[in-house]
Structures are given as structure tokens and as C-alpha cells.
């Protein structure tokens, strides 16, 4: 059975404060079951397209420089951009792909970027990024005891 919604956890452990998304899915994935399924990886790709069907809805968690602290959580819509032509896609380019492959619309889609500050090879979680990921966790626990039935 395809649990209802799915979290897609962007990141890699062996670069620093890029630990957060993985980090973050593992607190939580025990917690609902039957509601949510987990997926790690290193970079969105396109072959993730296959793990969005018969989903509720979705949700991309990635570490984000850019981004306001502790993070910042946002509906997201399918969009054309340049990143289905790298090696690692955006969330948003992974629902347009979703569109072109299916011919309909990817489940409704969230996306959680946690602010991070260091990610170089080798280096571990910042002490800011250990406190945006309790933040963080708490708003995504929230959000899933939230999120209305589905199925």
C-alpha cells in the first residue's frame, strides 16, 4: 500500500549542515507509519517522478544557505526551469517532469528548507543548523498531525 503522503529528504551526512534533511526524516518517520513514507537521497532526480504517484501529497525537505532561519516552508507548483538538464533537479522541475511523464498534475507539493551555514566536505552540523532542525522538526511534526486524512 502507497502511504499517503510521501517526504522526499534531500542531503548528504558527509557535508556539513547538507545533514539536515536526513537528519530531520529520521527524528519523525517512526512516528507516523501509516501516514507517510520516507525517502532519502543525495539530489532529486528525475527517476523520483515514480514515487509521487498515488500520493496525497508531498514533501521536499533540503538544506538551504539562502533561506531565512531557522527555515521556511512554502507550497510549491510545477515549473519548466534549467535544473532538469543537471544532475540534480528542483523540486518544482521534479513536478513539471511529474506533468510531461503522467499527462496530469503531481499530488499537491511542499517544500521545507532549513537554513544551513557550512557545507563543506567532511564537516559536521553547526550548532545554528542543530537548532534550525529542532525548529524545523517540530513544525513538520505539526504539520503531519495536521494534515487532513487522505486516501
Known amino acids: 500500500m502507497t502511504a ?3 517526504v522526499l529528504a534531500v542531503g548528504n551526512e558527509s557535508r556539513g549542515d547538507d545533514a539536515l534533511a ?17 525517502i532519502e537521497d543525495y539530489q532529486l532526480q528525475v527517476e523520483h517522478v515514480v514515487d509521487l504517484v498515488g500520493r496525497g501529497a508531498v514533501l521536499f525537505v533540503d538544506a538551504d544557505v539562502s533561506c531565512d532561519a531557522p527555515f521556511c516552508f ?13 544532475h540534480a533537479m ?15 498534475d503531481a499530488p499537491p507539493a511542499f517544500l521545507l528548507r532549513v537554513r544551513g551555514y557550512g557545507f563543506e566536505l567532511g564537516e559536521g552540523l553547526s550548532d545554528e543548523a542543530s537548532a534550525n532542525l529542532e525548529r524545523a522538526t517540530e513544525k513538520i511534526r505539526g504539520w503531519l498531525a495536521d494534515f487532513p486524512a487522505l486516501g
Open 74 to 86: 512554502s507550497q510549491i507548483f510545477a515549473t519548466h526551469d534549467n535544473s532538469y538538464t543537471s
Open 22 to 38: 536526513p537528519l530531520l526524516v529520521r527524528r519523525i518517520q517512526g512516528e507516523v507509519p501509516d501516514k507517510a513514507e520516507f
Open 90 to 104: 528542483s523540486p518544482a522541475a521534479l513536478l513539471h517532469a511529474y506533468r510531461q511523464v503522467y499527462g496530469a
Open 4 to 6: 499517503p503522503i510521501l
